[in-house]
Every structure is written in structure tokens, then in C-alpha cells.
């Protein structure tokens, strides 16, 4: 059981789901302000995501008390900004595959270790935002050993209900610290995560992409 103390644990993991929802608010926002031009919202975006870096580093040196500046949505908007303005700018582009073949496993290993070594909020809002952003844009210019290692269906199927898994782990997570076997704690968040993944998530998507996905357009070139 968990303790009343301990319920908010729960729900720790909202601030990322927040951020998510804010970022996709503000990028719905620019694309009516650009008038849907892939060059100007490949700009705007790359201003925003500098202010809001800019930002991070400001809070983060001004602040007494660093912990959280990171996940607050005027800072943590960066990384999607900058994996915005990424994706538009890499569309339609052929990029050498000799000198991009390993750049995404590199920026992803530098940008996680930015955060799970150093720890530093003005490293984290900057070079770990911006290294995360370019490794997701570019695991498709990835060596083929890369790529192959990738559609491995264990790690496809992980990626399929990953959404529904990390929902799911955080009341796992609180029930270990209240001193539930932590193998149980994580059979339970997988239960969960698939229960949630198919009878939930997967019906939702496949109705609505049934519903309200338009034909896809062709995007002028950044």
C-alpha cells in the first residue's frame, strides 16, 4: 500500500506530460502565426528554443534551489522546439552517410550522459537538450548496424507501448518505496503498460487516425 505522504509520488511524472501538452499548444500556435511556412516555423522555432534555453541558464544561475528548473515548460520547451526545427530543416535533405552514420548514437550516449552523470541544469537545458534533439532527428541517417540493431522486435515492441509504459511505472516506482519487491513493482507497471497499451491507447489511435488524419502534403524546402 502507499502511504498518504506518498501519493503525490504517483503522480510525479505529470510535469513531462505537461510539458508535452504546452509544447504541442505552442507549436499549433506557430504554425498559424507562420501561415504553415516550413522556413519561417523552422526560424521561429529555432528563436524560441534559444529563448527558452536562455532562460534555463538564467534560472539556473539566479536561482538558490536548481532541482525542477529543468521541467518547467518555459525551459523543457527547448527540446522539442529544437527537435521541431530539426525535423523540418532534415526533410527532403540527403545528408552523407559516412559522416552521419554514427552522429545519433553519439548525441543520444553525450546527451544521457549529461543527465545521469552531471546532473548540471545549465548543461541539461543546453548541450544535453540540444545533443537528445539531434540524435532522435538523425537515427535515420544511422549505420545499417545501427538501424538493425534498432528494429529488433523486443526493442520495437518496447518502443510500440513505451507511452503507456512510463504511465504506468511511476505508481510501480512508489510501491517499491514503500518497500514492495521491486520485481513485482515491475510486472506490475508491464501489466499495466500493455493493458493500457492495447485496450486503450491502440483502439483511440486507430479510430481517430480513421477519422481526422489528413492526406499528407509535401513540405517546401528550409
Given at each position: ?179 514492495a519487491p521491486w520485481l513485482h513493482a ?37
Amino acid at each position: 500500500m502507499i502511504s498518504g505522504g506518498d501519493y503525490l509520488v504517483v503522480f510525479e511524472h505529470g510535469w513531462s506530460l505537461a510539458v508535452e501538452e504546452h509544447s504541442y499548444l505552442l507549436l499549433a500556435g506557430l504554425a498559424l502565426l507562420t501561415a504553415r511556412s516550413a522556413a519561417a516555423a523552422m526560424r521561429l522555432a529555432v528563436l524560441l528554443a534559444v529563448a527558452a534555453m536562455a532562460n534555463g541558464l538564467w534560472q539556473s544561475w539566479a536561482a538558490p534551489e536548481t532541482i525542477g528548473i529543468y521541467g518547467r515548460s518555459d525551459v523543457r520547451a527547448a527540446s522539442i522546439l529544437t527537435s521541431f526545427a530539426l525535423c523540418l530543416w532534415l526533410y527532403g535533405r540527403a545528408l552523407p552517410p559516412a559522416v552521419l552514420g554514427w552522429a545519433a548514437p553519439f548525441a543520444l550516449a553525450g546527451g544521457l550522459a549529461i543527465g545521469v552523470g552531471t546532473g548540471n541544469e545549465m548543461l541539461l537545458c543546453t548541450a544535453g537538450t540540444a545533443l537528445l534533439a539531434i540524435g532522435v532527428n538523425l537515427i535515420d541517417n544511422s549505420a545499417a548496424a545501427v538501424r538493425k540493431l534498432l528494429e529488433e522486435p523486443v526493442l520495437r515492441w518496447f518502443g510500440l507501448v513505451s507511452f503507456s509504459l512510463y504511465l504506468w511505472q511511476q505508481p510501480s516506482y512508489a510501491a517499491g518505496l514503500q518497500g514492495a519487491p521491486w520485481l513485482h513493482a515491475l510486472g506490475f507497471a508491464l501489466l499495466c503498460g500493455c493493458l493500457s497499451y492495447y485496450a486503450v491507447e491502440r483502439p483511440a489511435r486507430r479510430y481517430l487516425n480513421a477519422r481526422v488524419t489528413a492526406p499528407a502534403r509535401p513540405l517546401p524546402a528550409c
